[in-house]
């Protein structure tokens, strides 16, 4: 390649994608390399996930895409729930994913489930004064349960000595 064509090449930034002809799919610049008026990219292919070192002149800059329909909807529905969890306290997976709770998410589950179950049962049954006694009792509960729960949420490392060392001033 002559000195003019490899001016008239665009040089392409670090960390933009751009489109591999020879592997047929984009590729992201890691880092540029000219010496000598040859330009070689270091790029990331990520169907491989390796780093390869290649000549200026194969890579063109990639267009943006546009989305398409399917690509369109996906992303409205992903926006949309996530916006809708940010309003409420609850778990967040992946579109295709379960949630798998953590332990103290479960043991706060299971507590507040057995708290609505009696509760419900407190509606149901006895005199209403003798109720209104029984669900104060349980709110009460509940309000002490929620709280030393808070307290074992908070993580606190235990620390236990390697070495122990005791520094004097010396003489000299």
């Known amino acids: 390649m002559n000195q003019a064509a490899q001016t008239n090449l665009t040089i392409l930034p670090i960390g933009a994608m751009a489109f591999a002809p020879a592997r047929g799919e984009s590729v992201r610049i890691l880092d540029v390399e000219t010496v000598w008026n040859h330009t070689v990219y270091h790029v ?19 267009k943006p895409t546009k989305a398409t329909g399917l690509d369109r909807i ?6 949309a729930r996530i916006a809708d969890a940010l309003t409420q306290d609850v778990l967040l997976a992946p579109l295709a994913a ?25 509606h149901r ?15 009460d509960e509940e309000r002490a349960w929620a709280a030393e729960l808070r307290k074992r949420e908070q993580i606190l490392p235990e620390l236990q000595p390697v070495i122990l060392l005791r520094v004097e001033a010396g003489n000299g």
Request: proline share 9%.
């Open 98 to 122: 379960s949630v798998i709770p953590l332990p103290h998410q479960r043991e706060q589950e299971k507590g507040n489930y057995a708290f609505q179950v009696r509760r419900e049962a407190l």
């Open 74 to 79: 996906t992303y409205a529905v992903a926006a």
């Open 125 to 139: 049954l006895g005199l209403p004064e003798v109720r209104q006694h029984r669900l104060k009792r349980l709110d």
């Open 44 to 62: 990331w292919i990520p169907q491989l996930a390796t780093v390869e070192r290649v000549p200026a002149e194969s890579l063109s800059p990639a």
